[in-house]
């Protein structure tokens, strides 16, 4: 049983290779059974729960690939960590052969997770940015949001990129960190007039409440929105989806996402007028972007396909490195 940690997880991920790796599993597909959550129950004042009570949640998410690969990844958040100084959220991924049920692998679950869910909106991209967009703005400055300007960098001509962010200072720090890559990257706190110059606008954040608007997007560009992830989280409001083609990573998200599930309750659109999903866009069903003026948006919420594709080629990439 071989075991990555996050560095070797990193560097087995390069965003070229995930990207074309998310590709292929989307076309070919892969079992994937709705995720397991468990509420752990500790003892009063034991580590997992917080102030309020609040205990800590485990995510079982399988996904596997007949007579190939079985994974699985368990995420564990414990809302009590924060106080401890430790992270609120860890994740690992276990790798078996599906044949045998033999362990093959141990690998890093947060990189996994960050790494193919910023991998996802770039192959998204890749059908619905326009071939000449080079001007990236990046919401958000957290974990996925720092690995945009790569992901986005491996499918478009990506060579300025504005970051917002609540935090000015985090803002800041990140506009840094992508111009030490070599690209040009400021910070900016004119959100409506980022969004205007940004020919792709990507949004990263924990927000309940719209951070994007529709009037401020310009004709033509491409709206990525990854962060909000259930039904009471909303990054964009409902007239960023009006007079755009709306695209899905799948159709669990016309169920999960505020972001989807506000505007179709408001009558913006209905769920039959999603354009498609990534495995049609993938496997050559749904046509992508249309036109150089058309807006397009694409919402994401996740799925352990994306986690077994990226667990697979952490594994086959160290099986076919020549040995030391």
């Excluded at 997880?9 to 590709?23: D, M, V």
């Excluded at 009063?44 to 998410?61: K, V």
């Excluded at 799948?250 to 495995?279: C, I, N, Y």
């Excluded at 993938?282 to 003026?293: L, P, Q």
Aim: hydrophobic content about 50%.
């Amino acid at each position: 049983m071989h075991f990555f940690d996050a560095d070797a997880t990193r560097t087995a991920l390069p965003f070229e290779a995930l990207i074309a790796a998310l590709r292929a599993r989307f076309a070919a597909g892969c079992e994937v059974p709705a995720r397991h959550v468990h509420e752990i129950v500790n003892p009063p004042g034991e580590a997992g729960q917080d102030a309020a009570g609040r205990r800590m949640t485990s995510l079982l998410m399988p996904a596997w690939i007949a007579g190939q690969y079985y994974g699985v990844k368990i995420v564990n958040i414990a809302p009590g960590n924060a106080r401890r100084g430790l992270p609120g959220l860890h994740g690992s991924y276990l790798l078996f052969d599906a044949r045998t049920g033999a362990p093959l692998a141990h690998i890093d679950g947060d990189q996994i997770t960050a790494r193919r869910t910023a991998a996802a909106s770039a192959l998204a991209a890749s059908y619905l940015a326009r071939p000449d967009a080079r001007h990236l703005l990046v919401v958000g400055a957290g974990r996925v949001a720092q690995l945009l300007p790569a992901a986005y960098r491996a499918v478009r001509g990506i060579d300025r990129v504005t970051v917002w962010a609540r935090d000015p200072a985090q803002a800041q720090a990140l506009a840094a960190q992508v111009r030490a890559s070599g690209v040009a990257a400021f910070a900016s706190t004119d959100l409506p007039a980022a969004c205007a110059e940004a020919d792709i606008v990507s949004c990263a954040t924990l927000a309940t409440e719209p951070v994007v608007r529709g009037e401020w997007l310009a004709p033509g560009s491409h709206l990525d929105l990854i962060g909000g992830f259930t039904p009471a989280m909303r990054e964009a409001d409902d007239a960023c989806f009006q007079n755009a083609r709306v695209f899905v990573d799948t159709d669990e998200a016309l169920q999960k996402s505020g972001d989807l599930l506000v505007p179709m309750q408001h009558g913006v659109f209905r769920a039959d007028e999603v354009r498609g999903t990534l495995t049609t866009l993938c496997k050559g069903v749904a046509t992508g972007r249309k036109s150089a003026t058309e807006r397009t948006v694409f919402k994401s919420v996740g799925t352990a396909l994306e986690d077994l594709a990226a667990a697979v080629l952490v594994l086959e990439s160290a099986s076919a490195a020549p040995a030391a």
